[in-house]
T-cell receptor, first 114, second 115 residues
């Protein structure tokens, strides 16, 4: 399983943008980059995923480096509700066993200050 | 509120007890998953079911026995557990792998304590 590296913790202020980095230098050409987050006392929640191009959805943006060895999850305007552990995960290509498995790393604990 | 419902939310059991955890989803998903999460650690995959058939067992001890009686239900039968099995057990579901890289939807878990 391809490995990801994230900072253990980050802190930001409410209503400011947050950039959460992830390194995945051993990513293979068919691995997708997924982000999940886990709020306190809840199960993980899907945030966003991408392969090569940058992606946007209602929750966040995902910026993927040109060599795909790193990516950044961007929360454009953090709220207190965004305080969570954020996990960057590599998933194998569709229709492979690797696609079914979510292998969570240690994640980044994000604290939002009011 | 989550679309994957897990019961019970909390469970305390002795090492000789037999109990079951239940997970239910009505999103038409054909892949279902069990994860184990120890305190302050990330979730770890235990089992994957695809179309009601076990497709992945991550070398889980036999005291954990999964069952998928139909496409909406997933059970985890517990027997002769050890204190180190105390953890949060998370269930998830997704569209099957044939539909592409669909996100997994998680329940809020069952917090299990073994006395």
């Amino acid at each position: 399983d391809a490995k990801t590296t994230q900072p253990n913790s980050m802190e930001s202020n409410e209503e400011e943008p947050v950039h959460l980095p992830c390194n995945h230098s051993t990513i293979s050409g068919t691995d997708y980059i997924h982000w999940y987050r886990q709020l306190p006392s809840q199960g993980p929640e899907y945030v966003i995923h991408g392969l090569t191009s940058n992606v946007n959805n209602r929750m966040a943006s995902l910026a993927i480096a040109e060599d795909r060895k790193s990516s950044t999850l961007i929360l454009h305007r953090a709220t207190l509700r965004d305080a969570a552990v954020y996990y960057c995960i590599l998933r194998g290509a569709p229709n492979t066993q690797g696609a079914q498995k979510l292998v969570f790393g240690q994640g980044t604990r994000l604290t939002i200050n009011p | 509120d989550t679309e994957v419902t897990q019961t019970p939310k909390h469970l305390v059991m002795g090492m000789t007890n037999k109990k079951s955890l239940k997970c239910e989803q009505h999103m038409g998903h054909r892949a279902m998953y069990w994860y184990k999460q120890k305190a302050k650690k990330p979730p770890e995959l235990m089992f994957v079911y695809s179309y009601e058939k076990l497709s992945i067992n991550e070398s889980v001890p036999s005291r954990f026995s999964p069952e998928c009686p139909n496409s909406s239900l997933l059970n985890l039968h517990l027997h002769a557990l050890q204190p180190e099995d105390s953890a949060l057990y998370l269930c998830a579901s997704s569209q099957d792998k044939g539909a592409g890289l669909q996100p997994q939807h998680f329940g809020d878990g069952t917090r299990l304590s073994i006395l």
